[in-house]
Antibody, heavy 121, light 115 residues
Framework: EVQLLESGGGLVQPGGSLRLSCAAS????????MIWVRQAPGRGLEWVSL????????YYADSMKGRFTISRDNSKNALFLQMNSLRAEDTAVYYC??????????????WGQGTLVTVSS | DIVMTQSPDSLAVSLGERATINCKSS????????????LAWYQQKPGQPPKLLIS???TRESGVPDRFSGSGSGTDFTLTISSLQAEDVAVYYC???????????FGQGTKVEIK
């Protein structure tokens, strides 16, 4: 059974940093692209970042470039999101999700339950 | 960026009636070399993560009831719930996975309620 479990969320002050983790199980983690998607309170889904399964190429939404870093540790079946220079507008539930197929251009068939990040003084 | 625009933002439908949600992309998401539309539909119920309903614009995921169907090509797509059930109350999102480099944008969501 595929499982994704996010952790690392919490309350952080503006300008601060936070590192999110996503523990994956039930599939061959290294073969699949993974993404982070966020959802601000009462708002829609926003794609944050993607990391490929093969060469771990990384891609970011424009508003996250330079502040967020996605990475993965295939030996530990773990996905990460390092978030720096956090702003109030980064407050959201952050989901990790697994690509449906072992190609980059894929939708996402399994999602974690999410971890809440609150940026506030 | 490919911008995804859904309509309406919300709709109320009677139980057993048809619900239709539209999604328009600012550029084509049809890859002509394989004739596939790189468009997915997700359902999100309150307090839950999104659930993948449809891939490639019209391919239902395993276990998804056949009252859900997707159609369209190029820039215009539709998700149809043929006979709305109480458990279908949710927000529905379209997402493109066509753009290069990858920037998988979502529509703003359509909230479906019971009339």
């Amino acid at each position: 059974e595929v499982q994704l479990l996010e952790s690392g969320g919490g309350l952080v002050q503006p300008g601060g940093s936070l590192r999110l983790s996503c523990a994956a199980s039930g599939f061959t983690f290294s073969r699949y692209a993974m993404i982070w998607v966020r959802q601000a309170p009462g708002r829609g889904l926003e794609w944050v970042s993607l990391i490929t399964g093969g060469d771990s190429s990384t891609y970011y939404a424009d508003s996250m470039k330079g502040r967020f870093t996605i990475s993965r540790d295939n030996s530990k079946n773990a996905l990460f999101l390092q978030m720096n220079s956090l702003r109030a507008e980064d407050t959201a539930v952050y989901y990790c999700a697994k690509a449906s197929r072992t190609i980059v251009a894929s939708d996402f068939d399994y999602w974690g339950q999410g971890t809440l990040v609150t940026v506030s003084s | 960026d490919i911008v995804m625009t859904q309509s309406p933002d919300s709709l109320a439908v009677s139980l057993g009636e048809r619900a239709t949600i539209n999604c328009k992309s600012s550029r084509t998401v049809l890859y002509t070399s394989n004739n596939k539309n790189y468009l997915a539909w997700y359902q999100q119920k309150p307090g839950q993560p999104p659930k993948l309903l449809i891939s490639w614009a019209s391919t239902r995921e395993s276990g998804v009831p056949d009252r859900f169907s997707g159609s369209g090509s190029g820039t215009d797509f539709t998700l149809t719930i043929s006979s709305l059930q109480a458990e279908d109350v949710a927000v529905y999102y379209c997402q493109q996975y066509y753009s290069t480099p990858p920037e998988w944008t979502f529509g703003q969501g359509t909230k479906v309620e019971i009339k």
